[in-house]
Every structure is written in structure tokens, then in C-alpha cells.
């Protein structure tokens, strides 16, 4: 039996990655967001099964090379063995996309019980959105693996709290994960001062959005990916309602809706 939860080898894989990435790409040039960004940053326990980044000023071919040396690299492979993933499939790169706006890659990490678990790396290249800080993963995820220190360029709290109410609002349909990790950014920022590079109209449509998502999206698709205590506490119809009105509520007082 592995060690750790299929959420968490995916988890030491995307930090092990940011570790053997930090070492080939300036700080300068990418910034950690969404879930994983608030996972390893703001104390979220919420677990993410893909990571998303920003890129700017480093060219595709290039990029496209950097990741696949990473995960081609017999030594980073070494590395996470003892974690309990044996090997790691690459995607083919030939069909993956692979442009000037985004850069995907689709991976298959086999853990040593034989499971094929997915994840994905995905890099946006449409610029930074919101103010990039560098500063070390949280100790209480590193502390996890026995890993070292790692010192990761992310968006800041009041950026990623934007980038979720824009989600919120843009999407083609609404995520409930977007309306958990505003409840659990809530924490993270004062309410009181206003969030910047949100239109009044975006932060109005993700107040109504939040109540279009019922519990059974929420319990399937954001319940299902936070450790067992945690999954315990929040996998009910009532707790979600409240989740949804500290949301709204924050979101109300944060972007200074009329709803």
C-alpha cells in the first residue's frame, strides 16, 4: 500500500516539478495560480489534481523542451520513487497544444500499487494577471514529504482572489470549486478594501453564479479532492449552503456589489 493518498503523490509531484522548473527558468519568467497556488501558499486544503501557470517572456520551443527534459530526466523520476510513484508517462508532445496563448501538458503518474493517476501542467502565455510575489511554499506542505525548503514566483492573495471572482463570473458554467476557494481566500484578505481589476459587472454576475451551483457539483468535484477529516466536516447539503453565503458575502463586501 503507498504511503501517501493518490491526492497527495500528485501533489509531491507538482512540487518536486516546481523544484527541478525553479532550476532551469528565471522567477521572472512564470507564476503559480489557482488551486495549486492557493494550496502551497494560503493554507488551503483543498487538493488540486492539475497545476496552472503563467509564462511570459520565454518562448514556446523552448518551454516545450524545458518541461519535457523534466519529465523525461531519469534523476527526477529517481526522486520520486520513494514517494511512491514508480514511473511517469510523458504526453506526446506532438499532440499536445502546444501555442503562443497556451502550452498543455497531460501526464500519467504510475504509483507503486499500478494505479495511472492524471495530471496536468498547464501554462498560460496571455501575461501576468495581478501582482507575481516569490516566497516559500508553505512549511505545512513541505513538512508532509520531508521535503526541502522551495521558493516558488505566485500571484499574492488579493490577485488570486480577482483571477477566482473573474473565473466565477466567466466561465461557460459555473465551477463550485471557484466558490470554495473564494470561501477559503476569505481569510487571507480584509475584507474591508476592495479587490482591484474586477469590473463592478463581473463581480455582480459571479454574487449570482454562486447560488446556481447545488451540492451535488460541489460534492463530486471539490469534496472529493480534500483529505478524509476535512471531507467529513463539508460533505453535506448544510455545510455547503454555508459556504455559499460566507462567499457571497465576501464576495458583496470585497468587490462592492449592489446585490
Not at 495511472?116 to 501576468?128: A, H, N, P, V, Y
Not at 505545512?140 to 505566485?154: D, E, G, K, W
Not at 471572482?165 to 465551477?175: E, S
Request: proline share 3%; net charge neutral; aromatic share 12%.
Amino acid at each position: 500500500m503507498d504511503q501517501y493518498s493518490y491526492l497527495q503523490l500528485r501533489e509531491v509531484f507538482h512540487l518536486e516539478f516546481l523544484r527541478w522548473f525553479g532550476r532551469k527558468v528565471k522567477a521572472d519568467n512564470y507564476a503559480v495560480k489557482g488551486g495549486v497556488n492557493l494550496r502551497f501558499f494560503f493554507k488551503s486544503f483543498r487538493y488540486s489534481e492539475d497545476m496552472d501557470m503563467d509564462a511570459c517572456g520565454i518562448e514556446v520551443a523552448l518551454l516545450r523542451e524545458t518541461v519535457m527534459n523534466i519529465l523525461s530526466a531519469s534523476a527526477f523520476k529517481d526522486n520520486l520513487k520513494p514517494f511512491g510513484i514508480m514511473d511517469i508517462v510523458p504526453p506526446d508532445v506532438s499532440k499536445a497544444k502546444q501555442t503562443e496563448t497556451t502550452q498543455r501538458f497531460k501526464i500519467h503518474l504510475i504509483s507503486r500499487s499500478g494505479e495511472d493517476l492524471f495530471t496536468k501542467i498547464e501554462f498560460s502565455r496571455r501575461g501576468f494577471s495581478g501582482k507575481v510575489t516569490v516566497s516559500a511554499v508553505d512549511d505545512a506542505v513541505t513538512r508532509t514529504y520531508r521535503s526541502a525548503p522551495l521558493i516558488v514566483p505566485h500571484y499574492d492573495a488579493a490577485s488570486a482572489i480577482a483571477q477566482k471572482i473573474r473565473a466565477l463570473a466567466g466561465r461557460p458554467a459555473a465551477q463550485a470549486r471557484d466558490i470554495f476557494d473564494l470561501y477559503l481566500l476569505s481569510s487571507q484578505h480584509d475584507a474591508s478594501a476592495r479587490v482591484g481589476d474586477v469590473s463592478p459587472g463581473a463581480v455582480s454576475k459571479a454574487y449570482e453564479r454562486i447560488f446556481e451551483v447545488e451540492f451535488g457539483q460541489f460534492r463530486d468535484t471539490v469534496a472529493a479532492y480534500l483529505a478524509a477529516e476535512d471531507r467529513d466536516v463539508y460533505d453535506s447539503v448544510r455545510a455547503w449552503e454555508e459556504v455559499r453565503l460566507k462567499t457571497a458575502h465576501f464576495i458583496e463586501e470585497t468587490g462592492g456589489t449592489d446585490a
